[in-house]
């Protein structure tokens, strides 16, 4: 069937079957390039076709502005269904009134005063990273995996209470490992067109060892809740405030939130475990990879190091623990994440399936087209950012910034990140400390790890930093 959209430009198609072939026998780096290239090419926006699947890339920000802004246009695209036999249909995933009946139980989630609570918590888990990058006695070390082991350890406590680390009551090693080869079966499947059908899939060994390790995972989950729920109602009974193996009163957590919904019967068991799932997912790979980025950069910048250092002591004039106004006072240190997270944004684009008509740049748009936000690209474009490639935090300091949607690494409108403000306030109190305790060292000049396309934005080798004490 004609529709408009077919006007667009874009990379030529087969008969019938598009450009499904275009990326077959790529490596992951080399459809990362590809596609960078495609934006290069086409600068406005452009469609690709796969069977009856049409796409609409974009990375303009006034295209942006309309897709991102849209108060209905909400529904995620049909990739995102990969991850839904663990997340279930949990925030990240949902849409229409269960996504809004949600996203409201759980924005209270991260009010101030909990915000508050998590900050001491990322500062005391920042205090055991440094001890532990110490120890390394200024040795390289491969800083993904750290950083990533330390933003699921921060999203362990603040969403569930439990602390993988010392906690014996559970499991955490199979979890932590399922974890890590569910994301590697996903990147898997992402590449290999015929697995997207769930029939198939499900059939081959990559698929029973998705189902095997999604079942880790829930029993993982519904273990945790189970004993937080039963503590709970133990102290409620009792009339006791919950107190930790300090005799300090205990932190509410996301799943605290979830257990009083659950009472008011605004969510039921099965809400609550998705829910759990999806905040374990989005808060730790994201963060982690995040840090990791951020730590590549800052040891090529000897100067942005120092200038962090030098804000940090004039703000805090040698108090000790930042309150959240402190760090908000820090605006060097901000401009150093959001410079990097333009350069890293993580997941770098984000997909739609119309679920209402719009028209971008005069042409109309069907309700059942797929739309893509090339984050990435959008973050790349030399009319919005001069010198693209070049790492340049002032730019966040100077008003440079012209469009609002020319910048979005926390997506935007109705389905922005809700962790945004955690994860901003996790990166400053770990940015902070190492910078405080050592100088950076890379382990090249001038180096850019290349990156993959992967459910995030990864590194596509492993990245060596010194941390010399200072
Ligand atoms: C630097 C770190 C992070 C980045 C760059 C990031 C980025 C994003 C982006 C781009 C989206 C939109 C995804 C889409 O529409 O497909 C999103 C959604 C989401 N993020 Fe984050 N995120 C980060 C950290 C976190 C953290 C720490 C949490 C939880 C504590 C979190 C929870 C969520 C949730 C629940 C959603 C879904 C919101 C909804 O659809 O209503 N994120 N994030």
Redesign the pocket.
């Known amino acids: 069937e004609d529709d408009p959209i077919d006007s667009l430009p874009g990379p030529a198609k087969l008969p019938i079957i598009g450009n499904m072939l275009d990326m077959f026998n790529m490596t992951p780096g080399e459809k990362f390039k590809y596609e960078r290239q495609l934006s290069k090419t086409y600068k406005q926006r452009y469609m690709q076709k796969v069977f009856y699947r049409r796409i609409v890339y974009l990375h303009h920000p006034d295209d942006v502005e309309v897709v991102l802004s849209h108060s209905k246009n909400i529904t995620?695209n049909v990739i995102?269904d990969f991850l839904k036999p663990w997340l279930g249909t949990g925030?990240?995933l949902s849409t229409g009134s269960k996504?809004y009946k949600r996203?409201k139980i759980?924005t209270s989630a991260f009010h101030f005063d909990i915000l508050k609570d998590f900050a001491s918590l990322f500062e005391e888990r920042s205090r055991r990273l440094v001890d532990q990058l110490r120890a390394n006695n200024g040795e390289a070390i491969s800083i993904l995996p750290v950083m990533n082991n330390f933003t699921l350890l921060t999203?362990c406590e603040t969403?569930l209470g439990t602390k993988l680390d010392t906690d014996r009551s559970v499991n955490t090693a199979a979890y932590k490992d399922a974890i890590s080869k569910i994301g590697q079966i996903c990147i898997y499947r992402l590449s290999r067109i015929w697995l997207y059908i769930d029939a198939i899939f499900n059939r081959t060994s990559a698929g029973r060892e998705f189902a095997k390790n999604v079942d880790i995972i829930h029993s993982f989950a519904d273990n945790v809740i189970v004993q937080r729920k039963e503590q709970r109602l133990n102290s409620l009974d009792k009339g006791l405030v919950e107190r930790d193996e300090f005799n300090r009163k205990k932190r509410t957590v996301l799943l605290d939130l979830l257990l009083e919904a659950e009472a008011k019967r605004e969510i039921d068991l099965e809400g609550i475990r998705e829910e759990v799932n999806?905040?374990m997912f989005?808060?730790h790979d994201?963060?982690g990879t995040?840090l990791t980025f951020s730590l590549m950069l800052l040891s090529d910048h000897e100067e942005a190091q120092e200038r962090i250092l030098e804000e940090y002591n004039e703000v805090m004039r040698g108090k000790e623990t930042p309150t959240l106004s402190e760090f908000a006072e820090m605006k060097y240190l901000d401009a150093v994440i959001k410079e990097t997270?333009r350069l890293y944004?993580?997941?770098h684009r984000?997909?739609r399936v119309l679920t209402e008509d719009i028209t971008l740049g005069g042409v109309p748009m069907r309700a059942g087209t797929e739309v893509c936000v090339l984050?990435i690209d959008l973050h790349y474009r030399e009319d919005f950012f001069p010198e693209p490639e070049k790492f340049r935090p002032e730019r966040f300091l100077r008003g440079e910034i012209q469009h609002p949607y020319s910048f979005v690494?926390?997506?935007a409108g109705p389905?922005?990140?809700?962790?945004?403000k955690?994860?901003m306030l996790?990166?400053k109190s770990v940015l902070t400390h190492i910078c405080n305790n050592f100088k950076l060292v890379p382990m090249k000049r001038n180096w850019r790890v290349e990156t993959v396309s992967d459910i995030v934005l990864k590194p596509a080798e492993p990245i060596y930093i010194k941390f010399v004490p200072r």
């Open positions: 995620k995102y925030l990240l996504w996203r759980l999203i969403a999806t905040f989005a808060g994201t963060t995040a997270l944004p993580n997941p984000i997909g984050t690494p926390f997506s389905r922005n990140c809700l962790g945004q955690f994860a996790e990166i």
